[in-house]
């Protein structure tokens, strides 16, 4: 399995931006994949996830209402469009995906970056002023 994030860059406060994630090698048809970030001295968070076959979704309080993930089945990318974007949200964003059963059937798809075992390198999203 691999991932490939894109999308982050600089932007001011208010701003948007879209993060993709091109997932390839991922063989089971039911798999969660989503959004990390780990900001400056603090310890990995999940941000969103999705599932893959019934799409359902987690997302963190912090970004619930201002970001949306989604996904598309032809490709298995997986987009994050962050919206209202806040001088917090400043981190390293990573796609992660995870096939395992026991972790692909929960729902809402798992949040902990611990049951996460496929990793791509991550983007760099800032919002500043």
């Known amino acids: 399995v691999q991932l490939q994030a894109s999308g982050g860059g600089s932007v001011q406060p208010g701003g948007s931006l879209r993060l993709s994630c091109a997932a390839t090698?991922?063989?089971?048809?039911?798999?969660?994949i989503g959004w990390f970030r780990q900001a400056p001295g603090k310890e990995r968070e999940g941000v969103s996830c999705?599932?893959?076959?019934?799409?359902?979704?987690f997302y963190a309080d912090s970004v619930r209402g201002r970001f949306t993930i989604s996904r598309d089945e032809a490709t298995n990318a997986v987009y994050l469009q962050m919206n209202s974007l806040k001088p917090e949200d400043t981190a390293v964003y990573y796609c992660?995906?995870?096939?395992?059963?026991?972790?692909?059937?929960?729902?809402?798809?798992?949040?902990?970056?611990?049951?996460?075992?496929?990793w791509g390198r991550g983007t760099q999203v800032t919002v500043s002023s």
């Open positions: 090698g991922v063989t089971a048809d039911n798999y969660a």
């Open positions: 992660a995906a995870e096939p395992a059963p026991f972790v692909a059937r929960k729902r809402p798809p798992p949040y902990d970056p611990n049951e996460y075992d496929y």
């Open positions: 999705i599932n893959s076959r019934d799409g359902s979704t």
